[in-house]
């Protein structure tokens, strides 16, 4: 269903798979990578055309010398953008790519439509200690702090990444997100130019990110709706699929 093409942009080649219909919507992946299409992105291919990138770094995309922060990746993907001729593109970040999302969009909130962040990354640090420090952790570790439900950390850890593409991932979102600690301290006074619709999603249970997070984004973002999801982690879009796709589809119709 989604074709997959290799878009190369200032001599950086990276993976690309495109499916539907419609006004373009961008995924925006976590420190996770994207190594398979996430499944609530099929119920949104019939009204509109889904982009599912793989950043600089991760998966099997290039890892280019020059990435060595979030502003480089965010510059880079204004130019993919111009390249792809992609206009009026809702966006769907999640974790790191909620954090992407807010750092495009703040430089050029014209060519936005809405944006969707989940867990989002960038506006605060994760609080003091190891137990919300993700570079703490091994991956099994990981795994069992990403969900909230058990039989989601069994179906991971049954399915373990590849142990290179892991280290490559890894390697990536330490320059990415390292000091700072996944956030930008400046982030906070250009919110304000983030005037499109914004849906804000949370997992009630989020160890990765704890949903206190976000009171800062509703009071730095007035205007977004906020949904928190009971009995789920990091990923709303995965262990509350149902009621996420529902949500977004329908603040994505909304707008």
Known sequence: MFSTSWPDVNHCRTRLRRAGNGAPLVY????NGVPNVPKFLEHVLPEWDVLVPEHPGFGESDDPDWLECMDDLAYFYLDWLDQLGVEDVHVVGSSLGGWLTMELSIRQPQRFASLT????????PPPPGPDHNLFRWSPAQLVRNTFHDDAFVQAALMAPPDAETAAKNRHTI????WQPRLHNPLLHKRLHRLTMPVFIAWGAEDRVLPVTQVYEFQRLLPHAEVRV???CGH???????????????????SV
């Open 28 to 31: 925006l992946h976590g420190a």
């Open 117 to 124: 962040l989940i867990g989002s990354a960038g506006l605060s």
């Open 174 to 177: 330490t320059r990415l997100g």
């Open 229 to 231: 999801y009971p009995s």
């Open 235 to 253: 990923l709303p879009q995965v262990e509350q699929q149902e009621a996420f796709t529902q949500d977004l589809l329908r603040f994505l119709r």
